[in-house]
């Protein structure tokens, strides 16, 4: 049977397989996907390996950088990205990388948030792995604005100098902010350590900006406690992204559509439960 993996570490909380399941049961594919923990400091080895016999790949932190410098082939999202979250064995026995991270983001928000990104000024903190990933597709949907905003400056200047060619990006640090934008989006690892990034409660307008966070979990992240608290028309986290992101894959190896929607409700609900 075809094996796919998502390769990280750590990767056991990986919820990657259930929805590569999800989407092989409702169209019949036949294909086999697990976690595959990577040593810290032996990733390629352990991909080369795994593309022995393997289709496919996932990669997720603290991987995306390496699987980025392992390709023979990469697509021009990916390049710019300088990250690969997708790997696919070609024909000829090299490795294709993709990153569709962004695109995950943008159909979470768009299809399933239901929020337009035309003409709207979006606030993106964090200048990390995460970030790169997604800044050409923000930049695709016409914003207003987007600005880069991270703990080190220097970080938001490079990101904000490399996509500048593409749309109206620019960069800041956090405290000089405080007008209220639209769209705010988390990306830093800062809920990770249960931490907030420290912006104004101000770039909030109650009722208008919606907010979303990468991250995903059980329960409410701090960031989008922080946005509820703060009266954000929307608080959303990542995990739509995820399945957004999975299903691009999915389709791309098995040339079938998937249906998202039964997918995102089935895991909220297992994960709620
Ligand atoms: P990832 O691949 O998840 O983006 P990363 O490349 O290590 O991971 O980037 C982590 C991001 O989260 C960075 O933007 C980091 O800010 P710095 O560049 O200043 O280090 C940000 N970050 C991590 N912890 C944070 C915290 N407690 N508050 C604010 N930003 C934080």
Redesign the pocket.
């Known amino acids: 049977m075809d094996q796919y993996v998502v390769f990280g570490n750590p990767v056991g909380h990986s919820k990657s397989p259930a929805i590569h399941r999800l989407f092989a049961e409702q169209t019949g594919e036949q294909l086999e996907y697990s976690t595959l923990l990577a040593p810290l400091e032996d990733f390629a080895n352990c991909a080369l390996g795994f593309f022995k016999q393997g289709r496919g790949a996932n990669v997720t ?2 991987f ?1 950088e390496d699987a980025f410098r392992l390709c023979d082939q990469l697509t021009d999202r990916a390049r710019r990205a300088g ?1 690969v979250n997708m790997l696919t064995r070609l024909d000829n026995g090299g490795l294709r990388g993709d990153n569709t991270d962004g695109l995950g983001l943008v159909r979470d928000l768009t299809v399933n948030v239901g929020v337009s990104l035309k003409g709207k000024r979006i606030l993106l ?8 990933g997604v800044i050409e597709s923000l930049l695709e949907q016409e914003p207003a604005s987007l600005i880069i905003a ?3 400056v220097e ?2 200047e490079q990101l904000a100098q490399i996509f500048a060619e593409l749309g109206p990006v620019a960069s800041s640090g ?1 405290d000089w902010l405080e007008e209220s934008v639209d769209i705010i989006i988390n ?4 809920s ?2 249960g ?4 912006i104004a409660a101000s770039l909030i307008e109650p009722g208008v900006t919606v907010c979303y966070d ?1 991250m995903y979990g059980k329960e409410p992240t701090p960031f989008c406690r922080w946005a509820s608290e703060h009266g954000a028309k929307l608080s959303v986290d990542g995990f739509g992204m995820l399945v957004e992101q999975a299903a691009v894959a999915f389709t791309y190896w098995r040339g079938v559509e998937v249906d998202t929607a039964p997918v995102l409700k089935a895991l909220r609900a297992e994960m709620a439960g």
């Not at 931490?195 to 420290?198: H, I, Q, V």
């Open positions: 932190v603290p995306k990250a903190l964090g200048a990390g792995g995460a970030v790169r991270n703990r080190t970080k938001a956090f990306a830093t690892s800062a990770l350590a931490e907030l990034p420290p990468m």
